[in-house]
């Protein structure tokens, strides 16, 4: 398993949707750094199942212990190791599931991969339980950002069919809407569109599904302001390759654009081209279409990019699906407790992957 990203703010994660606790160990955390168990259990927060129509009833605490690297509230610069114990799982609602394969899950090719050892309650490395622990590095990177003067926020941008106004019809202008109180309402929306008029629509898209026995899927777009110019290195770390790297190991990522993405396959170069001029003796651009990544290196402009998620895949709707110990197809319909849609829990797990990345390579 590959479990660890980053080369001078390394990131490894380890533990299973059902075992004991998830962790992960960080190194690269600066000597003195505060470690402010607070603020991580206010992001880990936004990351747990809520009462919401949205999420799963499954209860999760989510409350760090801090196992070394830490002395007195601030970093001793030795890797930082914190565990989440894991509870209220369960085990026993997948028993079924060691034999019958959930479709669009890693069922199949797991146990193909791991011979038949892998642990598949709750989907065990492949769940996304593992995405609190990086959320815990991400806190981490994410103040240590901030401390420069860089901002990483993600909202949503859509709920199945409802599709709320998007950066890029915001254009370079989106950075002047995410004002200080603006970020601080997405961190405290259970649903944070830019535009919280699309809330009522989103949350009649999840019932409407969750009372088909089905899923939804959904958009995250993600804005990062204050980059300096030069982040990323050409060619196979390049901004654009890293963050997709790690955006891509969130369960349920299927999608990443840069900018315009795909769209800008569309435009002229007379349109596509962010046309530059100075502005109080800095550099900008008139639009954003490439994101503010040109060369695979940041170029001063907001970093944007879309992420799409798909649909839960354990539903209650019966499937065709296969019993590889009978060697037989078979039916499938899913009961425990699953999210109608993931989306609105992934919200900070992109800002976390994003500013783990960042601090990285910075």
């Known amino acids: 398993m590959s479990s660890s990203i980053g080369k001078n703010y390394t990131v490894d994660v380890f533990g299973e949707s059902h075992s004991a606790a998830i962790g992960v160990v960080i190194g690269g955390v600066p000597a003195g750094t505060e470690i402010d168990r607070g603020r991580i259990n206010a992001f880990l927060e936004r ?14 605490t989510d409350e760090i212990e801090i196992l070394s690297g830490v002395l007195d509230g601030r970093a001793t610069g030795a890797p930082l190791a914190a565990i989440i114990r894991n509870a ?7 028993g079924l599931l060691k034999s019958v394969m959930r479709p669009s899950h890693s069922d199949y090719a797991a146990s193909v991969k791991y011979g038949g050892y892998n ?12 995405t609190a622990p990086l959320c815990i590095a991400g806190s981490i990177a994410l103040d240590l950002l901030q401390k420069r003067g860089i901002e990483v926020t993600a909202y949503l941008a859509a709920i199945g069919s409802v599709h709320a106004p998007s950066y890029k019809e915001y254009g370079a202008k989106v950075a002047d809407i995410l004002t200080e109180t603006k970020r601080e309402e997405l961190r405290l929306s259970a649903l944070p569109f830019l535009d919280a008029s699309y809330t009522k629509a989103a949350e009649d898209e999840i019932k409407a599904a969750r009372s088909a026995g089905d899923s939804v899927g959904g958009i995250i777009e993600c804005v990062v302001t204050g980059l300096p110019v030069g982040v990323g290195e050409p060619l196979y770390d390049s901004l654009e390759g890293v963050l997709s790297k790690v955006l891509f190991s969130i369960p349920a990522v299927k999608g990443v654009e840069f900018g315009s993405g795909f769209n800008i396959a569309e435009m002229r170069g007379s349109v596509a081209n962010d046309r530059m001029y100075f502005e109080s003796g800095a550099v900008k651009t008139r639009t954003n279409h490439n994101g503010g990544i040109t060369g695979g290196i940041s170029n001063g402009m907001p970093v944007t ?3 799409a998620v798909k649909p839960v895949p354990s539903i209650a709707i019966e499937q065709d699906t296969v019993d590889i110990a009978a060697k037989k ?12 849609c993931i989306a609105p829990r992934a919200v900070p797990v992109i800002e976390a992957a994003a500013a783990c990345v960042l601090y990285d390579l910075m």
């Open 47 to 60: 990351r747990r199942p809520s009462a919401g129509v949205h999420s799963t009833a499954r209860r999760e």
């Open 119 to 130: 642990d598949y309650r709750g989907g065990g490395q492949f769940s996304g339980r593992l």
């Open 305 to 307: 990019f879309r992420v």
């Open 329 to 340: 197809d078979t039916k499938l319909a899913i009961g425990g407790r699953h999210d109608a």
């Open 88 to 94: 209220d799982t369960r085990s026993s609602d997948y």
